[in-house]
């Protein structure tokens, strides 16, 4: 599976390269695709100047979509892979602060870098430890030191299991606990009042019909199952 950008949302999704060469693939939901075909011209950024340009979507199903001209597309053909890479990247004057990649980057998600347009992709920080110390080992993955997603800083990156990345998460701070849970129906101070009535006599039941949520939640606070972090 390759990566691509839906031409409408501009979110990252898989497709299969073969979709990619006769020209579909480009929207990432029948939703897309329809508001494609009746949106009329859209804009889209040249991979290789950066400039927004205007394109039909029936462009979009033959993949002309990538460059703003002939001439574009022709550059992406001759340009190394690597150097069009570092032309991406904003590099800092000292030697502390983060190395910063210049195209955007979907919402909660790493930047991509496209090595071939439409059939090679992978994680801008991934491809900047390639360049620099070679091929990455089976298993393991490139962490950031800063913290800071869009960095591609060699000095910056460093090689671990995804089990050091989740050790990394806990010891920065970083994983998701608590009312930061998209699925946290809690805040911190509700929990911390919920474990005061508990202690005051008040009875499960009543608890989650005041907060709403079920008995088992109630159970889970009392219990320290969940919420640990909460005194």
């Given at each position: ?19 990619l060469r006769n020209g579909q693939g480009r ?82 998600n790493y930047p991509i870098f496209v090595i ?116």
């Open positions: 599976m390759a990566s691509a950008i839906c031409s409408q949302c501009q979110k990252h999704f898989s497709v299969r390269p073969s979709r929207c990432c939901s029948r939703f897309c695709a329809a508001i494609a075909r009746i949106s009329g011209p859209t804009e889209n950024t040249c991979l290789i100047c950066h400039v927004r340009f205007s394109i039909r979507p029936s462009q979009y199903r033959i993949g002309k979509d990538r460059y703003c001209s002939r001439s574009c597309a022709n550059s992406a053909r001759a340009i190394p892979s690597d150097i069009r890479f570092w032309r991406l990247v904003q590099k800092s004057n000292d030697g502390h602060d983060c190395w910063l990649w210049k195209q955007p980057k979907a919402d909660g071939k347009a439409g059939r090679l992709s992978m994680p801008a920080h991934r491809f900047s430890w390639i360049l620099t110390f070679g091929e990455i080992p089976d298993g393991l993955c490139v962490l950031h030191r800063c913290d800071v997603r869009h960095c591609v800083k060699p000095a910056h990156l460093f090689l671990g299991t995804h089990q050091d990345n989740s050790d990394d998460a806990v010891r920065k701070n970083r994983q998701a606990k608590g009312s930061r849970c998209a699925r946290s129906k809690l805040t911190e101070l509700q929990v911390a009042e919920i474990r005061s009535k508990l202690a005051a006599g008040a009875s499960s039941s009543t608890l989650a019909n005041l907060y709403k949520v079920t008995v088992g939640t109630i159970y889970h606070i009392q219990r320290r199952f969940t919420w640990k972090h909460i005194a």
